[in-house]
């Protein structure tokens, strides 16, 4: 089965910028759909940025401008380029993927089955 393993995070001062990268190993049928999600203490899960089948990307609105998803296919890695980080950013940082999800419900992280373990941002004031 597919295997996603997260790297890159860490901590930070605001304003500052960080790269996650996701490696994933295992058998894939076809395109997946890809995306990050995170989780503070006491927040709810929230869908940060994906790519969907097609191609095309989405943002939850309190990164847009700031992060950037993208994936290197030959290196079958994705990643979530982090800029201008700010403190309400610190979170567990997750990468997801599936096989086939509505293109409408990329930043639903209840439509994924493949998780990586994690990867801790902080960013302190």
């Known amino acids: 089965q597919v295997q996603l393993v997260e790297s890159g995070g860490g901590s930070v001062q605001a304003g500052g910028s960080l790269r996650l990268s996701c490696v994933a190993s295992?058998?894939?049928?076809?395109?997946?759909?890809v995306a990050w999600f995170r989780q503070a203490p006491g927040k709810e899960r929230e869908g940060v940025a994906a790519i969907s089948i097609d191609g095309r990307t989405s943002y939850a609105d309190a990164v847009k401008g700031r992060f950037t998803i993208s994936q290197d296919n030959a290196k079958n890695t994705l990643y979530l380029q982090m800029n201008s980080l700010k403190p309400e950013d610190t979170a567990m940082y997750y990468c997801a993927s599936d096989p086939f999800l509505p293109p409408n419900r990329v930043l639903e992280g209840t439509w994924y089955n493949y998780w990586g373990q994690g990867t801790q941002v902080t960013v302190s004031s």
């Open positions: 295992g058998y894939i049928a076809s395109r997946y759909c």
